[in-house]
């Protein structure tokens, strides 16, 4: 009897210790309070959705962690000019494989030229000559549409798409060149979803797809300036790697924010939008509401308290 005295005893001190939150460890502390704000985080994305009149889809992924938010994630959008980002990363993988180099030269040609092509509308056919390199800072940066086209000569569509199957993306396809408008109306439209968008993403960033090298180097690139929706409320100084994209009805944006300690890939992508405006104005609120939570918990301590910078500990 007393030995089945003391082990109830000790069963009960653990079962004791154990419920109270005095005795938790800080992993459990933080786990508890970080789901609440993602709890919390996703209501706000729900709402947004709710008063938008389209369609929407969200993907976010926390690359810390591994925590994950989804919205209609499987759902296939139209991409536009977000769909560069994998033409970017061909570009690279090919540079990377020595199958070109960013340094080769391209000497422009007058049926080069395409809508939407603010840069390469004011070369010189014929005479100017510019680098890999060059063309795809003209299609980051300004989205110009016949230097993307030359890129995707130069690199090979089949070549985009069979990337993307490597990495398991079969919705996701480059399925015709910019402003390609029979294509469109055939239906070749260039696709993606809010998932498949951030495993690419992500795919990416972890190095699953280039070195270390071409890795920083790409995502240098994707985030030279351009006027875009996911960085457009965020602080100035911080590194954003998007990829916007606009067609009637549709708005979009995707990308990683390197948040110091706390990056995340963020995909929001919207159709049938009865006012395009509204499209970019839910992008921009779901950008910052995912901002505000991943600042937080980059400073915090595993209680919840935020320390910034230049602030002293009381």
């Known amino acids: 009897m007393k030995l089945l005295f003391c082990?109830?005893?000790l069963i009960s001190i653990s079962l004791a210790q154990?419920?109270?939150p005095q005795t938790a460890s800080p992993s459990a502390i933080t786990q508890e309070k970080q789901k609440v704000l993602w709890q919390k985080l996703e209501a706000n994305i729900h709402?947004?959705?709710?008063?938008l009149d389209g369609v929407m889809g969200v993907a976010i992924d926390d690359l810390a962690t591994g925590d994950q938010f989804f919205l209609h994630e499987n759902e296939v959008f139209a991409?536009?000019?977000s769909i560069k980002i994998a033409v970017l990363a061909e570009l690279y993988r090919q540079a990377q494989q020595g199958k070109l180099k960013l340094t080769d030269l391209y000497t422009v040609q007058a049926s080069d030229l395409v809508a939407d092509s603010n840069i390469m509308g004011g070369l010189t056919p014929g005479v100017t000559r510019v680098t890999l390199r060059d063309l795809a800072t003209m299609m980051i940066a300004v989205s110009d549409n016949s230097a993307t086209n030359v890129l995707?000569?130069?690199?090979?569509?089949?070549?985009v798409n069979a990337m993307l199957d490597s990495l398991g993306l079969s919705h996701t396809r480059l399925r015709r060149k910019m402003m390609d408008l029979d294509a469109a109306k055939q239906g070749r439209e260039n696709i993606s979803t809010p998932r498949e968008?951030?495993?690419?993403?992500?795919?990416?960033?972890?190095?699953?797809?280039?070195?270390?090298?071409?890795?920083?180097d790409f995502f240098t690139m994707l985030s030279t300036g351009k006027d875009s929706w996911i960085p457009r409320d965020?602080?100035?100084?911080?590194?954003?790697?998007?990829?916007?994209?606009e067609l009637e009805a549709v708005r979009n944006d995707s990308g990683v924010v390197f948040v110091e300690g706390r990056p995340y890939v963020i995909c929001v992508m919207t159709a049938f939008l009865r006012n395009e405006r509204d499209g970019e104005q839910a992008i921009s609120k779901i950008s910052l509401d995912a901002w505000r939570m991943f600042d937080r918990l980059s400073r915090a301590t595993e209680y919840g308290r935020v320390v910034s910078p230049g602030n002293g500990v009381r």
Do not use: F
């Not at 995707?152 to 070549?159: A, S």
């Not at 965020?234 to 994209?245: E, H, Q, S, V």
């Open 197 to 216: 968008m951030m495993t690419l993403l992500a795919a990416l960033y972890r190095g699953k797809v280039l070195s270390k090298e071409m890795e920083s």
């Open 18 to 20: 154990t419920s109270n």
């Open 7 to 9: 082990c109830v005893a």
């Open 152 to 159: 995707i000569d130069r690199i090979g569509m089949e070549n």
């Open 47 to 51: 709402e947004i959705d709710q008063h």
């Open 79 to 81: 991409q536009a000019s």
């Open 234 to 245: 965020l602080p100035a100084d911080l590194k954003i790697a998007d990829k916007p994209g």
